[in-house]
């Protein structure tokens, strides 16, 4: 990454979901996942988001880097975990309520205009609900160029250049100033946090912010009739010789 000009500021959001690693399970009832005991982290993508940050600002392209979380006081330990891995300052929108994209948009949007980023990177996606929906809302809600699913950050001459990964291959855009970026896996491999870091962090500040003193209505939209797990995969069968596969694949598959 390189940068010619000012150096900029950049807001990265994290948001607390299931550790990756972690095997989820639904309730009972289907309300829901299973989230007592169940160990939480920041979502990868985000992750991804932050050490790119971080990157930009030990290069000198980056003057600060926020970090930005939404929901109740629990997510508070997921921004000492992005203190600890390079975040200068850390913010918390306090809420109980289930937070879905387009609020979380609007949300950041308002911290935004108070912030004034000149980059504001995201995942492309949170692994907990897949939407994706939050980077381009937010993009839309603020007038900004967006960048999604980097794989490759380049800021220059007040402007990023943005390689968005596709279907059908790479797409490079350049994108003035400010702009929205929103991160996908190849983009880089994040750190581990030190363990001076860590304990550090647990020191540090983190500003707390009430979600109603925003005015934004962050009432649900969306509402979850039922979460069920996937059917079991039924039982493989071993065949003796290549002549047997054919032959199930004819007559039991009907596939040739």
């Not at 600890?84 to 109980?96: E, Q």
Request: charged fraction near 25%; charge should be positive.
């Amino acid at each position: 990454m390189e940068t010619r000009g000012k150096p900029v500021k950049i807001l990265v959001c994290v948001k607390r979901v299931v550790d990756h690693t972690v095997r989820v399970r639904v309730k009972p009832d289907g309300s829901g996942i299973e989230l007592a005991g169940v160990k939480m982290a920041i979502n990868p993508f985000d992750e991804i988001a932050l050490e790119e940050a971080v990157r930009l600002k030990e290069k000198g392209i980056a003057t600060e880097v926020i970090a930005l979380s939404i929901g109740p006081d629990n997510v508070q330990e997921q921004l000492r975990t992005a203190l600890a891995l390079g975040a200068d300052k850390a913010l918390h929108i306090a809420t109980d309520v289930l937070i879905q994209p387009l609020a979380a948009a609007r949300l950041i949007a308002a911290i935004a205009t108070r912030e004034n980023p000149q980059v504001i990177f995201l995942g492309k996606q949170a692994i907990d609900d897949d939407a994706a929906q939050t980077g381009p809302m937010l993009a839309a809600l603020l007038g900004w160029g967006q960048g999604t699913f980097a794989s490759e950050v380049k800021i220059e001459n007040n402007a990023t250049l943005v390689t968005r990964e596709t279907d059908g291959g790479h797409v490079t855009v350049r994108l003035p100033l400010p702009a929205v970026i929103t991160s996908d896996l190849r983009l880089n491999t994040p750190r581990y946090a030190t363990l001076p870091n860590i304990m550090k962090a647990k020191s540090r500040p983190i500003e707390k912010l009430d979600a109603a003193s925003l005015g934004v209505d962050t009432a649900p939209r969306l509402r979850v009739i039922k979460i069920e797990e996937p059917p079991k995969r039924a039982r493989g069968i071993r065949v003796k010789d290549v002549e047997e596969l054919a032959m199930r694949l004819k007559t039991e598959a009907k596939v040739l």
